[in-house]
């Protein structure tokens, strides 16, 4: 053997040892059983459960499957299951807008309506960058069809989205002026990719993202006949114990219905920190805070939140359709990613990340968590009731169940900070109640969600003809709906749709009643106190006007 050859062969050798010595180290022991019990609960041959992929500095180290994968078939979940992971999809089509971009096929600041013509024209420009940020005010489209009378197992497609949204005769607010979620955007920026680049944004997402980042098992569905291989199914609780199907049936994409395994999504957070594909430019821009027209940050950047956990910063996203869960956390500090994919709707997905970085990054690292307290005696009484929002029209009801304060939304438990702060549960949504005799409000902090304080109202009392004036048909001309109202049997107001089932409105104030299911009516009359119409509003929807039909006109005054 040569000198130079036996020189090369020991730097060879020295190199390979330095790099094994700075590999991190597999997940095992007893940090591995911690891990492992975070998902005790779901690991067994009876129920859905969720794989979990822990990465770090590019390397994977520690992949587990816990529960089934199809209970028609009691497969296992293992590292390798296809889950959809819904509004994890979102930094995909984000991505793909910034490549259009970076090659001058479009522009963030371009108005939608030039690549998307049909929708209506509200004398304001909505760019792609508001899309990107959720500060265009479009009104959720899913709100939409479901007020319309579209069930959550009716098929929809692009153009059921783009005829809605053409009907809408408002903005939930000026573009720029509030940072509201919506689906809505995304969904429009996949139409907006298909007609920048000719190529569907499955098929581009395909050849741009997936095959140069080898996520070989990932793919964007706009097709629900379509077979993905390794897919697991999705559940969601039966009343009376055991689960019922419960997967998405829809043909649209960039909002959602992207199916991957956590080690196709581990590839593509660490692309979120080297910019491989795609470069580093646009990673980082992607990671960057959105801003209102005033200046204030948003916290979310394109398709990706930027929030802190236990004191260490973090970027990610949850997602939820039908039964299937999941959260992609990215800690950049730390250079770790935690991948979480569930197929159960009643699992926090986001939470038990949250739990596995507790475990794997130590007590060094991620701050305690806050100190909790015992509800004082009474405490509760103060502040149970209802909470309105005049500028979302949205209503927050606490109420005392076993003891325990929940909400009716989530019937997620208050758990107390102290100082009248409360927990939402294991989440990270904050309420700071403020109470002074008989009045209250709450400000409510959360992730996806503007501050917002709610002030705590009581309904007033109606008398039988009281009620009886809010009967009768009104016509929402924007969702191609009648709905009928009338006064029920236990002395309150019951809404009648097409397709569903006759909901009871709760009284918030004067003209004003809600409905969990339904969203928040608040009707209009005339001086003379004659009920004229209503007006909806439902999380990412406001607004939405309805019409009182007098007896003689036809449906068709609705354009049905």
């Known amino acids: 053997?040569?000198?130079?050859?036996?020189?090369?062969?020991?730097?060879?050798?020295?190199?390979?040892?330095?790099?094994?010595?700075?590999?991190?180290?597999?997940?095992?022991?007893?940090?591995?059983?911690?891990?492992?019990?975070?998902?005790?609960?779901?690991?067994?041959?009876?129920?859905?459960?969720?794989?979990?992929?822990?990465?770090?500095?590019?390397?994977?180290?520690?992949?587990?499957?816990?529960?089934?994968?199809?209970?028609?078939?009691?497969?296992?979940?293992?590292?390798?299951?296809?889950?959809?992971?819904?509004?994890?999809?979102?930094?995909?089509?984000?991505?793909?807008?910034?490549?259009?971009a970076r090659e001058g096929k479009l522009s963030l600041d371009d108005d939608v309506r030039r690549y998307l013509p049909e929708l209506p024209d509200y004398g304001t420009k909505v760019t792609l960058r508001h899309l990107l940020m959720h500060t265009g005010g479009y009104r959720d489209y899913w709100t939409l069809l479901r007020r319309g009378g579209w069930r959550p197992e009716d098929m929809v497609n692009e153009n059921d989205v783009l005829r809605i949204l053409a009907r809408q005769k408002a903005l939930n607010f000026q573009p720029g002026t509030e940072f509201l979620y919506s689906n809505t955007g995304y969904t429009l920026l996949a139409i907006v990719v298909k007609r920048a680049s000719g190529q569907s944004l499955r098929d581009f997402a395909s050849t741009r993202i997936f095959s140069p980042l080898g996520m070989r098992d990932t793919s964007i569905q706009d097709d629900h006949t379509q077979i993905v291989r390794g897919r697991t199914s999705a559940y969601e609780p039966r009343l009376g114990g055991g689960f019922r199907i419960s997967i998405p049936i829809t043909d649209t994409s960039g909002a959602t219905n992207l199916f991957t395994t956590v080690g196709d999504l581990l590839k593509w957070q660490e692309n979120l920190l080297d910019g491989r594909v795609g470069g580093k430019t646009l990673v980082d821009e992607m990671q960057r805070s959105g801003r209102l027209n005033d200046g204030t940050a948003t916290g979310y950047g394109s398709g990706l939140l930027m929030e802190t956990f236990r004191g260490i910063r973090i970027v990610d996203h949850s997602g939820s359709e039908a039964g299937y869960r999941a959260e992609a956390a990215r800690f950049p500090d730390q250079d770790l990613n935690i991948v979480?994919?569930?197929?159960?709707?009643?699992?926090?997905?986001?939470?038990?990340?949250?739990?596995?970085?507790?475990?794997?990054?130590?007590?060094?690292?991620?701050?305690?968590?806050?100190?909790?307290?015992?509800?004082?005696?009474?405490?509760?009484?103060?502040?149970?009731?209802?909470?309105?929002?005049?500028?979302?029209?949205?209503?927050?009801?606490?109420?005392?169940k076993d003891g325990q304060l929940v909400t009716d939304a989530s019937g997620d438990p208050l758990v107390s900070l102290g100082g009248g702060r409360y927990r939402l549960g294991e989440q990270s949504t904050e309420l700071k109640f403020t109470v002074a005799n008989a009045e209250a409000s709450v400000e409510v902090n959360?992730?996806?969600?503007?501050?917002?304080?709610?002030t705590r109202v009581v309904a007033p009392k109606y008398s039988p003809a009281e009620l009886q004036a809010?009967?009768?048909?009104?016509?929402?001309?924007?969702?191609?709906?009648?709905?009928?109202?009338?006064?029920?049997?236990?002395?309150?107001?019951?809404?009648?749709?097409?397709?569903?089932?006759?909901?009871?409105?709760?009284?918030?104030?004067?003209?004003?009643?809600?409905?969990?299911?339904?969203?928040?009516?608040?009707?209009?009359?005339?001086?003379?106190?004659?009920?004229?119409?209503?007006?909806?509003?439902?999380?990412?929807?406001?607004?939405?006007?309805?019409?009182?039909?007098?007896?003689?006109?036809?449906?068709?005054?609705?354009?049905?």
């Open 1 to 100: 053997m040569s000198v130079r050859r036996g020189c090369l062969l020991l730097a060879l050798a020295l190199a390979t040892e330095s790099a094994a010595q700075d590999a991190p180290t597999a997940i095992a022991g007893e940090a591995a059983k911690r891990i492992d019990a975070v998902f005790a609960p779901w690991d067994n041959a009876r129920s859905p459960g969720c794989a979990l992929g822990v990465a770090r500095a590019g390397i994977a180290i520690y992949t587990h499957g816990y529960g089934v994968s199809n209970l028609e078939y009691d497969l296992a979940i293992t590292p390798a299951s296809v889950f959809h992971i819904g509004s994890v999809s979102k930094q995909f089509t984000a991505f793909a807008i910034g490549l259009l």
């Open 340 to 400: 979480v994919l569930c197929n159960l709707s009643t699992i926090n997905a986001r939470v038990l990340a949250r739990k596995v970085a507790g475990i794997v990054l130590g007590p060094r690292v991620v701050e305690p968590l806050p100190q909790t307290f015992a509800i004082a005696p009474g405490e509760g009484e103060r502040i149970v009731g209802t909470y309105w929002n005049a500028h979302t029209a949205e209503v927050w009801r606490i109420l005392m």
């Open 446 to 454: 959360a992730p996806v969600i503007t501050p917002a304080t709610f």
């Open 470 to 560: 809010y009967a009768g048909e009104y016509c929402g001309e924007e969702v191609q709906a009648i709905y009928r109202i009338s006064v029920s049997g236990e002395g309150s107001l019951s809404v009648l749709r097409s397709k569903y089932d006759p909901l009871t409105l709760e009284g918030v104030k004067r003209d004003t009643f809600s409905s969990r299911r339904l969203g928040t009516l608040t009707f209009t009359h005339t001086p003379s106190g004659a009920v004229t119409g209503f007006s909806m509003s439902a999380g990412s929807t406001r607004g939405l006007q309805f019409t009182r039909l007098e007896a003689e006109q036809a449906s068709r005054a609705c354009g049905l």
